[in-house]
């Protein structure tokens, strides 16, 4: 059985850093892309980034290059987005999500946890 939990979330300051974490359980897990999404009340669900797991490559929102980190770390089967100088625009419910390894077909999805960026 797939499953995915995220954690790490909160009440961070504009300008501030926060880590998320996806924890993965029931799939080869270094055959994947494991995905960042999030959704914001009132607008679409959006992907913020992905990794494939077997070589690493990343891929970004254009809204996010140059601020968050994607990484991964296969013996923990562990996928990490590191969120810096976060902005009020940035706050959303935060997904991660299992899919090809070319970060396409998303068909497994974590619970959320919400990020909330304000002073």
């Known amino acids: 059985q797939v499953q995915l939990v995220e954690s790490g979330g909160g009440l961070v300051q504009p300008g501030g850093s926060l880590r998320l974490s996806c924890a993965a359980s029931g799939f080869t897990f270094e055959r994947y892309g494991i995905g960042w999404f999030r959704e914001a009340p009132g607008e679409e669900r959006e992907e913020v980034s992905c990794?494939?797991?077997?070589?690493?490559?990343?891929q970004y929102a254009d809204s996010v290059k140059g601020r968050f980190t994607i990484s991964k770390d296969n013996a923990k089967r562990t996928v990490y987005l590191q969120m810096n100088s976060l902005k009020p625009e940035d706050t959303a419910v935060y997904y991660c999500?299992?899919?090809?390894?070319?970060?396409?077909?998303?068909?497994?999805w974590g619970q959320g946890t919400q990020v909330i960026v304000s002073s």
């Open positions: 990794i494939s797991t077997s070589d690493g490559t990343t």
């Open positions: 999500a299992a899919g090809s390894r070319w970060c396409t077909d998303f068909g497994s």
